[in-house]
């Protein structure tokens, strides 16, 4: 099994005895006590976790708990944000009375969920921003599972500190739960967490070609987010109906289609940026838009490959992808691959009925002047 071999490979790089997963041959490092969200030791008793103060909340510094298959990748693409402050791999929100260490985890009797705790500075990265980035690494619809890792330490699952990241994570949650067809990651209070063995800690920085789920591209495109979608946060259904005409409601809340060369955008030759017409998240610069023949708004890029999610598309008897927007949940259109007519083989091809466009002189007055350099 693929965590046989990683277990036995961490082991050996910690200077312990190596061991499967199911049975420890030898010591392993002694990890560190339990600590609630107020950095209290959950025993009573003294740990380095109390005497360095590690987890004591600090100004201006925010904290989310973060469940997504082996902490290893994670805890590397969390690091890659900016904003980030600090990520520790750990053991979260197990059975009462065990405390955890990694051979006991593996067994997969303790309900430990491998985990990292993720401290931010939410003036410079939303808890939007890194939840999405997390929701775009795992995958929603298994359990017990990611990439090559099967066991219940590896269940997905996010786990809140404070009220104000729960409303936050409950609401990213509804929006990730409508466009899966199943939903099984935890959501709840974080209960308890430990500090997994230090030689888990930064494990790809000391072993670049250690273990990952993750993909380089999926790696790459979250450390170079350029939105943040906590500017652009998804307004209620009822909001949505209100503000939306009939088509345009019918394309990003049915998955619509509006006709071929009558809809705003197919022919506009303006320099500026397209908005999601629900949030206002920007998408797509008139940089990349281009004459596809189709009778759609057409590009061969977005702004930033974070603000679209895509997926499975298996309607009217064909396969494609579906565009939809990240904080909006949008219906935006379909991605093709090896077209002939764009630049670099990519088309997105759009509605105009899910986009508003802003022209180039009014992005600095419409809060959208961090991407004036987008637009040639």
């Known amino acids: 099994m693929m965590r046989q071999w990683k277990s036995i490979v961490a082991a050996a790089l910690a200077g312990a005895m190596a061991m499967a997963c199911g049975a420890a041959q030898g010591a392993m490092p002694t990890v560190t006590a339990p600590t609630n969200v107020s950095g209290e030791d959950v025993q009573g008793e003294m740990s380095s976790n109390a005497q360095d103060d590690k987890h004591v909340p600090r100004e201006g510094v925010d904290v989310i708990y973060l469940a997504g298959g082996c902490f290893w990748g994670l805890e590397k693409l969390m690091q890659s944000i900016p904003g980030v402050v600090r990520v520790t791999s750990g053991y979260a929100n197990g ?13 997969g009797v303790t309900g430990y969920r491998e985990t990292v705790r993720v ?13 999405f980035a997390y929701f775009r690494v795992i995958d929603p619809t298994v359990q017990n599972q990611q990439g090559n890792d099967r066991g219940t330490q590896y269940q997905t699952g996010v ?69 943040d979608p906590g500017k652009y946060p998804r307004p209620s259904d009822e909001q ?19 006709p071929a060369f009558q809809n705003a955008y197919w022919d506009n030759h303006e320099r500026g940026i397209y908005v999601d017409v629900v949030t206002g998240e920007p998408l797509f610069s008139s940089t990349d838009k281009f004459e596809s023949g189709t009778g759609w708004p057409s590009f061969s890029k977005g702004i930033d490959a974070n603000a679209f999610v895509l997926l499975r598309d298996e309607s009217y008897g064909m396969v494609r992808t579906e565009v939809r927007s990240r904080a909006g949940n949008s219906h935006l259109g379909h991605l093709f691959e090896n077209d002939p007519v764009s630049p670099n083989g990519t088309r997105y091809c759009i509605n105009s009925a899910a986009l508003r466009f802003v022209p180039y002189e009014e992005m600095e007055a419409q809060g959208y002047g961090y991407l004036l350099e987008y637009v040639k």
């Open 159 to 227: 786990y809140y500190a404070d009220d104000a990241a729960k409303e936050t994570v409950e609401r990213i949650a509804a929006i990730e739960r409508a466009r899966q067809p199943k939903f099984v990651v935890e959501i709840g209070a974080l209960e308890c967490f430990y500090d997994a063995e230090e030689y888990h800690q930064d494990y790809l920085d000391k072993n670049p070609g250690g273990y990952c789920h993750i993909s380089p591209t999926e790696m790459a495109e979250v450390s170079e987010m350029i939105v």
């Open 240 to 258: 949505i109906k209100e503000m939306l005409s009939p088509e345009q409601f019918s394309v990003t809340q049915q998955a619509g289609t509006e």
């Open 119 to 131: 401290e931010y500075e939410p003036e410079k990265v939303s808890l939007d921003a890194l939840l």
């Open 95 to 107: 059975k009462a009375g065990i405390t955890p260490n990694y051979a006991l985890v593996c067994t």
